[in-house]
């Protein structure tokens, strides 16, 4: 069990550009969820993916944000045209079940930095 | 909509001592489960301790435990016997959709 893994670490980047961060999951667990964090602040909920499917998006995720789990496994948020009120954690968490009782195991992060 | 209010940014307990750190939410449903997560510095969230709503029994968890009061929509965290390595950001959380966070504690053990 190798945890939650996200790509990557810290990321700086000029207002208006494109950012990708990627998660890996814990292998066989089947949802998958993006938070935001920002400095002193508890995460805020992005979305979630069962499996492939995309089941809830948090009207924080504008437009300019999207997020992919092909087959199921890894995930991908990509943010566009990048501001600098995107600068913030983005943390990705992963866990096995259908219902709400499971534990979330969080990744450490991926830091975006929009100068 | 569910909402969680941690009324305490900061606290801060001498190694060995107990502390509480408080946690009131708001919801409509009957049952549904709540969640203290620690998140020390620079690391990853992990969840401490889970409360279900159905269970009169306050969770415990070693040196953890909750005082889970349903009626005033009440879900306090009781560290005992402080150690150095509590020293951390502490969330609570409901869980509907996905996990709803309130604004966390700051918790420093000082020796």
């Known amino acids: 069990d190798t945890g939650v893994s996200q790509d990557p670490r810290h990321k700086i980047t000029k207002r208006g550009q494109n950012v990708t961060f990627r998660c890996d999951p814990i292998?066989?667990?089947?949802?998958l969820y993006w938070y935001r964090q920002t400095l002193g602040q508890g995460p805020e909920f992005l979305t979630y993916?069962?499996?492939?499917?995309?089941?809830?998006k948090s009207r924080l995720l504008s437009d300019r944000f999207s997020a992919e789990r092909p087959k199921g496994s890894f995930s991908t948020l990509e943010i566009q045209r990048t501001e600098q009120g995107d600068s913030a954690m983005y943390l990705c968490?992963?866990?096995?079940?259908?219902?709400?009782?499971?534990?979330?195991?969080f990744g450490e992060g991926s830091r975006l930095t929009v100068l | 909509a569910q909402t969680v209010t941690q009324s305490q940014p900061e606290m801060s307990v001498q190694e060995a001592e107990t502390v509480t750190l408080s946690c009131t939410y708001d919801?409509?449903?009957?049952?549904?489960?709540l969640f203290w997560y620690k998140q020390p510095p620079s690391r990853q969230m992990i969840l401490v301790i889970r409360?279900?709503?159905?269970?009169?029994q306050n969770a415990t968890e070693n040196r953890f435990s909750v005082n889970f009061q349903k009626a005033a929509k009440s879900f306090s965290l009781k560290i005992s016997d402080s150690q150095l390595g509590d020293t951390a950001m502490y969330f609570c959380?409901?869980?509907?959709?996905?996990?709803?966070f309130g604004k966390g504690t700051s918790l420093l053990v000082t020796p």
């Open positions: 409360q279900e709503a159905y269970k009169q």
């Open positions: 968490a992963s866990s096995l079940g259908t219902g709400n009782t499971g534990e979330l195991f």
């Open positions: 959380a409901f869980m509907s959709v996905a996990l709803n």
């Open positions: 919801t409509s449903e009957s049952n549904y489960y």
């Open positions: 993916f069962q499996n492939e499917a995309q089941l809830e």
């Open positions: 292998s066989e667990h089947n949802r």
